[in-house]
């Protein structure tokens, strides 16, 4: 289809969070980086920075679409890890941990301002290769119907979206992350879809005949 727009349509309007996943090996090294980092390890945290400060960094952006202050957020949420490492106590998979951090200081950045749900691709460091003057404004039209839908749905409906389609994560670690029962995200991923669902059939379909 060529655009980031529709792709992410076509997730939303077809695919459900991914399963509860296996530990894996990136998981287990993640936990031994937060219990070096709280023996206050330099070099694992440098480590731990590495993994995570461009993963914090697009989350908050894509809230926001603030450079500055998403920038602000990833050095709160990494001085945070630095300072409550030795709380972490492996309830959680690391990345949920560190994602509601992000989640509790990207609200506290933005308090009284209204979230933005922006491109996946957005932040990324290397740009996509320009696209042609009918993909801009075809791409344009795409982009500002889709984020007009979104901007229709409630903040937790929104957020709930980001955290599911962009950061690939389950019903289960998004409730830890927003601090809700799990049926409350499954609720509001509900009531998200079924607004969006016009659109996105829309969507999907000038997709396909692109």
């Given amino acids: 289809m060529g655009f980031e727009d529709v792709a992410l349509s076509r997730e939303l309007g077809e695919r459900e969070p991914p399963p509860v996943p296996r530990a894996d090996a990136a998981a287990d090294e993640d936990v031994r980086l937060i219990a070096a980092v709280a023996r206050r390890d330099r070099r694992s945290f440098e480590r731990l920075y590495t993994k ?14 603030d450079q500055s202050k998403s920038e602000e957020v990833v050095n709160d949420v990494m001085l945070e890890i630095w300072k409550s490492a030795a709380e972490f106590g492996g309830r959680s998979a690391p990345s949920t941990w560190i994602f509601g951090i992000a989640r509790h200081r990207t609200l506290n950045a933005l308090r009284g301002r209204t979230l933005y749900i922006g491109d996946s691709d957005e932040a990324a460091e290397v740009a996509d290769p320009a696209p042609s003057p009918e993909e801009r404004v075809d791409g344009g039209r795409i982009r500002e119907r889709l984020q007009a839908a979104l901007e229709r749905l409630s ?18 670690q998004i409730a830890a992350i927003a601090k809700c029962p799990e049926n409350t995200v499954k609720t509001r991923m509900f009531h998200a879809r079924k607004k969006l669902e016009p659109l996105l059939t829309r969507l999907l379909g000038e997709g396909d005949q692109s």
Avoid: D, K, M, P
């Avoid at 929104?158 to 599911?164: G, H, K």
């Fill in 52 to 65: 995570y400060a461009h993963r914090v960094f697009r989350f908050a952006f894509r809230l926001s679409r």
């Fill in 155 to 172: 903040t937790e409906q929104r957020e709930v979206i980001e955290l599911a389609f962009v950061e690939g994560l389950n019903y289960r």
